[in-house]
């Protein structure tokens, strides 16, 4: 009977030991993961989102094509707007500026507290491309007469210098705001990457003689 116990108490300790072990790789994994995952900042001392993805046999001319066909038509131009284009032997690359919505974490609050204009670039080789969203800044709302929230005018706060302007507790659920919205672009971006764009047909030209009338 004791033996049967000792034995009993050993596999339990043994299966609590092994449970322990994944949750603690699983705990690694993920802080790992939002590490990689998260808002850093560049040479300039400026918020940047940024990601390098490998897609490995897929040709830089493809996935410039790709990328183009993105900013053409992943989001509206009122969101995101392509600025500039760079196709060359050594250099495939992409602007754009756009801007998403933001709020303080609060539960009372069920309203936006301001936009967050943002510069993304994207560039691409072969088998790989890059991509980062950076010169993030704050442009507060404020409600109007006809109670629509809409945005305060001359009021642009870079998300590195909020001192003074913009709360600690409100700057963190801006950051959340940009962290999720990057994102939610970066993860869009990836699906296009990964298809070519349709071929666009080209529209019938009728030819017509004026030899006779």
Known sequence: MKAALCFAGAAYFCIMKRLTILLLFAMFAVRAFAQKDSLAFDENNKYIYYQVVAQQGTAADSLFSR??????KGYPQVSLKTTGVTKAADARSINATGSFLVSKKSLVTSHE????????????????????????V?????????????????????LEKPEGKIDKKDLVGY????LLG?????????????????????PEVKKISTKDW
């Open 113 to 136: 507290d301001g936009s967050v204009s943002f510069t993304m670039h994207v560039d691409v080789k072969e088998g790989k491309y890059r991509y980062w969203l950076t010169d993030f």
């Open 182 to 202: 990057s994102r939610k672009i970066g993860a869009k971006l990836k699906e296009f990457m990964l298809k070519n764009p349709p071929l666009q047909k080209k």
């Open 175 to 178: 950051l959340d705001g940009v």
């Open 67 to 72: 990328a183009v066909f993105f900013f053409d």
């Open 138 to 158: 704050f442009n507060p709302y404020q409600r109007d007469r006809y109670n629509n929230y809409v945005s305060v005018p001359g009021i642009y706060i870079p």
